[in-house]
């Protein structure tokens, strides 16, 4: 039997909507320099067969929540050795966060298998 768990990602200091304008440009650098930001651990994870990963791109980037979890330990331990699938939710100029985010799963060893837009 085939089971699916939603897991969203979660920042520990909600980002507001809609954004201020001064707000949203001084995420500029953190989103760019792959800084991230403190999340919510997942609740109730377990060991998968397939993780489906879907972000947004922040200026040409995974956004600084998804950045965020994929530098936690949390994710080092669940994408390890793991297949990925990447879902993007983007019109345009999403290759540059693709790429990023290839080096991401690189690092945690995880296996990208492929990637829908």
Request: hydrophobic residues 45%; glycine residues 4%.
């Given at each position: 039997?085939?089971?699916?768990?939603?897991?969203?990602?979660?920042?520990?200091?909600?980002?507001?909507?809609?954004?201020?304008?001064y707000?949203?440009?001084?995420?500029?650098?953190?989103?760019?320099?792959?800084?991230?930001?403190?999340?919510?651990?997942?609740?109730?994870?377990?060991?998968?067969?397939?993780?489906?990963?879907?972000?947004?791109?922040?200026f040409?980037?995974?956004?600084?929540?998804?950045?965020?979890?994929?530098?936690?330990?949390?994710?080092?331990?669940?994408?390890?050795?793991?297949?990925?699938?990447?879902?993007?939710?983007?019109?345009?100029?999403?290759?540059?966060?693709?790429?990023?985010?290839?080096?991401?799963?690189?690092?945690?060893?995880?296996?990208?298998?492929?990637?829908?837009?």
């Amino acid at each position: 039997m085939l089971k699916c768990d939603l897991r969203p990602v979660k920042p520990l200091s909600p980002y507001p909507y809609p954004w201020p304008f001064y707000t949203f440009f001084n995420c500029f650098p953190e989103a760019v320099g792959l800084d991230g930001c403190p999340v919510e651990n997942l609740t109730e994870t377990q060991d998968y067969d397939l993780i489906i990963l879907g972000y947004t791109v922040w200026f040409l980037s995974p956004s600084i929540p998804i950045t965020g979890f994929l530098k936690s330990p949390q994710a080092r331990t669940l994408f390890k050795n793991k297949p990925v699938v990447t879902v993007i939710a983007c019109r345009d100029m999403w290759l540059i966060a693709q790429e990023k985010m290839k080096a991401i799963l690189e690092g945690l060893e995880a296996r990208l298998l492929d990637n829908v837009v």
